[in-house]
């Protein structure tokens, strides 16, 4: 009896310990659309259910600015990244990420501008070129929205860098340093002073990738726990924190021209400094 005893106490053991073994911390970059404290938040209710159902939890890896940002995108390979479409089609096609689930709902973003500027021009879409413009760094979706409305532009909006997140291009409006900025949907709902003039075309949800350097088993069992949270009411404030009602799997073929978003020079210059690494 004390020999089966001592065997179940065994097994016990060695279960305790291969779970503590295979669970692991992963480092997660997240792009910097908002402050780092804040992102660290919202990031939280997710790394809590992954923990939940997997054993593994996350860490931030921070990034100041959107221009580090993508410096660290193209010389860093952080376990798992959370990102805007256009930056996982480049981590896929050139480190070998794979995309393991994206936020159901499409993103739009919109130029928007306060309720006292929009009544006191009634010619403010066509006045644009002439007004000044709040946008994140490049190769931000906003920066790149930017290029798009008013590259071919004889006169094109100032463009003032909103240093930190969208939030900030907010704040430049409110400082008088800026006339307009553009910012995800989901914001704009946050300012009812505020107003679209122009909207974007549907943008696949942020999307959450694995790098090449984490196993097969691993990636599935990350996968799983988080198609799964639609069905838990425990992971409902990880999927609020994400604006989402759930996540679906990513398909690689959605991303593979997403990457031509991305200025040449951008990409001539990462493949340069990758080359350099």
Known sequence: ???????????LGALIFSNSVSSRTFTIAIEPNYPNQQLEQMIKPLSDWLKSQTGHDLKLVPAENYYLYWKDTVLEQPDLTLDSPHITSYRIQE??????????????YHLVVDYDLHQSDPYLVENMPGKRIATLQ??????????????????????????????????????AEADATIIPEKMLALYPNFVSVKKSEAVLGLTLSVAPHINDNTALAIQQALLNAKDDSNAYEALVEWNT???????????VDLVS?????????????????
């Open 1 to 11: 009896m004390r020999k089966q005893g001592l065997v179940i106490i065994m097994i």
């Open 95 to 108: 480190r070998n990420y794979k995309p393991l689930v994206r936020t159901a709902e499409a993103t739009y």
């Open 138 to 175: 490049h190769p931000s979706m906003a920066s790149i929205l930017y290029e798009k409305w008013y590259g071919g532009s004889a006169i094109m909006p100032a463009k003032i860098l909103a240093r930190y997140s969208f939030q900030d291009g907010i704040d430049l409006i409110f400082d």
């Open 245 to 255: 009602s759930h996540f679906v799997e990513a398909q690689e073929a959605e991303y």
């Open 261 to 277: 978003l991305i200025p040449r020079s951008y990409m001539d210059s990462a493949r340069e400094a990758f080359a350099a690494k």
